[in-house]
């Protein structure tokens, strides 16, 4: 019954169903609903008088049975979004000093059992697949389900479920890798070192620095949903992403704005906040060996939409477009990306 002691012992599950949820939507805030909700149909099942046996399974069907529901309604709202989809950010403050104002706050995201696995690049990857697809890949690649698990959570036969995550597995195996352990305490000191030294060459306009810690064929993809102002198209190339990048941290310190390093979906990254405190953007660096013994940054991406950063606290109206104006193609001013 609720308020008993395996209510206390249900309650120990929320890290990995808010990652199971938030690995099927992308999203923080609906993420968070979805494992409410799991939790609401716990407690009506014993009101009704149903044994529950297993409470563990019987929410982490109910979070990826909700969450294929909640894919099959948002597939046609993402066909017409504007500009890159990305996902909401997972941030967590770094360990070191920061360079702005405060962190982002705590709060559910800081639960995210295997956010380290649940990085952007990878789940834009998974927006390519069916929501039960994308449901079979993430319980067996990401969580480690067995199929005769991942069988019962998804209603589908074991012979289903292989076949499923084959197909699954093909039509994004030429995507980023994921992680399956969260990383050292010296490789994140590594990847807060790269990131520090990478925003503060940026600030400062040091172009030499920055091409030494980019990708030649580094990419930026930004996230306004076309109510801020941000690219409309991915950027391709060291020479547009570096002067993009020197351009707009220019002008957000003419503004009063600041960053702040922060863990982002696991990755080294960024908040960045305006004058008065308030969200602008979270920018996250997928790095990688430059084949010389040292990282680079080989993606970016920002996100810059207001809906998607509201779980982070006040979000700043700076880059917000005009109501009624269309987003812009081109680069960014007034600190958006």
């Known amino acids: ?126 927006e390519a697949l069916s929501p039960v697809e994308r449901a079979v890949f993430m319980l067996r690649e990401v969580f480690g389900y067995g199929y005769p698990d991942m069988a019962r959570i998804t209603g589908k036969t074991e012979v289903n479920c292989r076949q499923i995550f084959a197909r699954a597995r093909q039509r994004i195996a030429a995507g980023a890798p994921i992680s399956d352990a969260a990383p050292s305490s010296a490789r994140r000191a590594e990847g807060e070192e790269l990131a520090r030294r990478f925003f503060e060459a940026a600030a400062g306009g040091d172009m030499d620095a920055l091409l030494g810690m980019l990708a030649p064929d580094v990419v930026l993809h930004a996230d306004g949903g076309g109510k801020t102002q941000a690219i409309g198209k991915p950027l391709a190339g060291w020479q547009p992403v570096s002067r993009m990048l020197v351009s707009l941290l220019r002008r957000a310190r003419v503004l009063g704005a600041s960053l702040r390093l922060a863990w982002v979906n696991g990755q080294p990254g960024a908040v960045l906040y305006d004058a008065e405190g308030r969200v602008v953007s979270v920018i996250e660096l997928d790095t990688g060996p430059n084949g010389h013994g040292s990282d680079v940054v080989q993606t970016m991406h920002a996100v810059v939409n207001p809906d998607k950063l509201a779980h982070l606290g006040p979000v700043s109206d700076v880059a917000r477009l005009p109501e009624g104006r269309p987003s812009p193609g081109g680069p960014a001013a007034d600190g958006g990306a």
């Open 1 to 126: 019954m609720p308020g008993s002691g395996d209510d206390a012992g249900a309650a120990g599950y929320r890290p990995l169903l808010f990652s199971i949820a938030y690995g099927m939507t992308g999203s923080v805030g609906d993420a968070e609903d979805i494992v409410q909700d799991a939790f609401l149909g716990l407690t009506r099942a014993r009101l009704a008088g149903t044994v529950v046996a297993d409470q563990k399974a019987y929410l982490t069907t109910a979070v990826t049975r909700l969450g294929i529901n909640y894919l099959s309604s948002a597939r046609v709202r993402r066909e017409t979004y504007v500009g890159d989809w990305l996902p909401e950010p997972v941030v967590i403050p770094a360990g070191g000093p920061g360079v702005g104002p405060a962190a982002a706050g705590p709060g559910p995201a800081e639960h995210a059992e295997l956010a380290d696995s649940l990085s952007m690049a990878f789940l834009v990857l998974l």
